[in-house]
């Protein structure tokens, strides 16, 4: 083995008696086709060469060294460069060049990765080929190996070069070796899932996405009037107009998002020139914030009708539509032969607009709901069908794209027709779709009369305060209610969440964790605004707030 040329140092072991080899394989490819994973700042990854060599790690990593190649040529021609480290063809080891895409290419290069797998010697190493600033050419590889249920990380520099790059060091030992361990602990790579950004192209998503971050985002942002994070959803409806920009490729096709919501989406792609329009039962406040140019509708939607249909539509679009998902399909199907869909479910719902009752239970209700409507889609309403996972800040990220239809243009009315009866078995004489009111009721304790709440409180800091343990007393919810009274509790139960939401909207004062409640100490520096409410403490407890008033951040 030629490794005369690196100098290699063991920086972490791990160990564990349910390691394997297929695990540590497993946790490899991982890391190696995903490391977005575990660095936020990467969009995704994008293999370059792959080759199969003879010989074995070593020899090509001492042909790197020996040649002496500057890191900018694996950026302009990886291929060409690959074939000047004179390697033989073989079985022996892999290799493989790799492209890190980065989410802001303005902040940070892209950077290139060299990826060598001895599998005889269950080895894995990685060589960082990235051009570095100011010229700074330090070589590094590090590596990770697997004997007798033990991982080892260790890294390798040319003989004639140092790094003591603490932050890389501390990195490679704290943040990615116990990660990787975690993987390959857990299996992760072994698990069948669906891999992200799969139908589009993943360096132009980067690019794409970046502009239209840097054209939307903050101007949105300082205009947001909505209740809900405005850095989630501005960015996952961004991300999401990105995809479809993508998926539709040079064309223009026309859309329909059913259950708009707050409109971004069809402001981006009505301000990107595509013509569609937003369905709503209300409209937003945001609505008042978009240019006339987007084109928002406040409509209510009955999708069990045969006439809910849009015969000049080419795509149909449920992003996150609650109970229109299973019907967005449908309404495809009904609109004209080539018109296609795509479906973000979030809220598995029935076609009847229950919830959606899980079939099987080794799945999560939300996977075993996916594979529903994929099933639906494909052996009900002869869509060829996608399936793909967006890059949203969301856990309810995996898509269902209508591609196509499986069946001839001449077929299309009696397809129509077994749609509408399935779609019609799923109702019955006393179940039929409501689509939602126009007004949204508010069922969060917010709206109860203020004597009630003020002495549901009392209730509550009076049995607290005659209980021993001062601070630390806590109380089942169970007893409190009790206290309270079976009156009271049913006008809480009226708003929704009942005594526990009454209980967390008055957070300043009490705790409420697993089933119990006690007064939250008043700390310093909580973060809120200063100066703002009055100190329920200084003002209600009997030993006062313990804080003084220039600590604590409400009015004594």
Known sequence: MTTATWSWTTLKQLQCTDLTAEKFWSAVNVWNAKPHLLIKHLMGAERLVSESLAGEYGDVLASVATKDLPPSAWVENPMETFRCLGLSSGEDVQAEVWKLFTKKPVDWNDYFRLSVFDRLHNTAVFYDCTPKKNNDNIKYAYGIYFMDDCLE????????????????????????????????????????????????CVQMYCNLYGRLKEKYAKSLMNVWTEVTDPKKY?????????YLMLLWGNTKPSFIDMGCGNGLLVHVLNSEGYSGVGLDVRSRKMWAQYPQSTVLKVTSVDPSSSDCKFPHADWIIGNHSDELSPWVPVIASRSNFNCKFFLLPCCPFEFNGSRYQRIDSSLSQYHDYLKYLEKTSTNVFKFNVKIDRLRIPSTKRTCIIGWSKNYLPQEMDQVV?????????????NVQFVPRPTEERVRNCTKLDKDLL????????????????????????????????????????????GLQTLLRNHRYIFVVEKGTVGFRKPIKD????????????????????????????NIH
């Open 153 to 200: 990380l260790r890294l390798a520099t040319p003989s004639n070069q140092f790094s003591d790059d603490k932050k890389t060091l501390h990195w490679m030992t704290d943040v990615f070796f116990p990660k990787f361990f975690n993987w390959a602990i857990n299996d992760k790579g072994s698990k069948p899932t669906i891999s992200s950004l799969s139908h589009v």
């Open 234 to 242: 501005i960015h996952k409806d961004i991300a999401t107009a990105t």
């Open 417 to 429: 027709q077994d749609i509408e009866k399935f779609a019609n078995s799923k109702f019955n004489e």
């Open 454 to 497: 003020r002495s549901v409180v009392d209730t509550v800091a009076d049995v607290l305060i005659k209980s021993s343990g001062g601070w630390k007393c806590r109380i089942t919810l169970g007893e409190l209610a009790k206290q309270i009274g079976e009156e009271r509790l049913k006008k809480l139960k009226k708003e929704c969440g």
């Open 526 to 553: 909580c973060g809120k605004v200063w100066k703002k409410h009055k100190c329920w403490f200084y003002h209600n407890y009997p030993d006062k707030c313990p804080l003084n008033e220039y600590e604590c951040c």
